[in-house]
């Protein structure tokens, strides 16, 4: 079987399209993702009874119920609730960021759980404003502790993005499906997306474990 370079060449257009619509995705789901996951966390740490139990209700759901099915949900249902046309992109930002909120939301429960609480009452003791104990206290460590976990996530978040085709979502499978079908060059445009997909991903995989390697040297001390 020979491998048709020319076939990814003259796909190349096509592909930064998806790439960019992956990306962009991406990002705005993550963006997203941390508004509803940090009103989930906070929610679900400092909250009354009744948000308590609505942050788990979401957060519980959405890390149970599988990446497609979200997406399929939000994509043949949610415009029948809301009475109103949803566009796929729309659709697949929604799914990806209720998603990602609920990824986030145990990520920074996670992350501020673990500074130390004498910090803060020590913080409190000395009168200092709580905003301030919040931006000078707790995030900065609780960052440094979540960092980790925050790269894995967004490794995660990008291999999800590819179940957005499946709704015909412009992104970088879709669009080398879409070539592959017309050419019939199925090895050549799959090869290449996973390439891709490698090139973005390794490296924020070796981030991670980097940062992990770091953490665990500082607990250690």
Not at 115 to 123: I, S
Request: charged fraction near 15%.
């Amino acid at each position: 079987m020979d491998f048709d370079l020319h076939v990814i060449e003259n796909g190349i257009p096509l592909l930064m399209k998806g790439l960019i619509t992956t990306i962009w995705v991406c990002g705005a789901s993550l963006g997203i993702g941390t508004v509803l996951g940090s009103v989930a966390c906070l929610s679900k740490l400092y909250g009354n009874r009744q948000q308590r139990l609505l942050a788990n209700a979401y957060v519980n759901l959405f890390r149970t119920v599988p990446e497609l099915v979200v997406i399929f949900w939000v994509y043949s249902c949610l415009p029948l609730f809301l009475n109103v046309r949803l566009s796929a992109p729309i659709c697949g930002l929604v799914a990806m960021s209720l998603y990602a909120g609920a990824y986030l939301a145990e990520i920074f429960r996670a992350g501020i759980l673990a500074v130390p609480r004498g910090q803060t009452e020590a913080g409190l003791a000395l009168g200092i404003p709580t905003l301030h104990i919040w931006t000078a206290i707790i995030i900065p460590p609780a960052l440094r502790r979540m960092a980790p976990a925050l790269m894995g996530f967004l490794t995660e978040l990008i291999k999800v993005s590819a179940l957005l085709s499946t709704i015909a979502v412009g992104d970088l499978f879709y669009e080398a499906s879409l070539i592959a079908a017309e050419t019939f060059r199925y090895v050549e445009m799959i090869s290449v997306v996973a390439v891709i997909y490698f090139i973005m991903i390794f490296p924020l995989s070796m981030i991670a474990r980097y940062k992990e390697r770091r953490l665990r040297a500082e607990i250690g001390h």
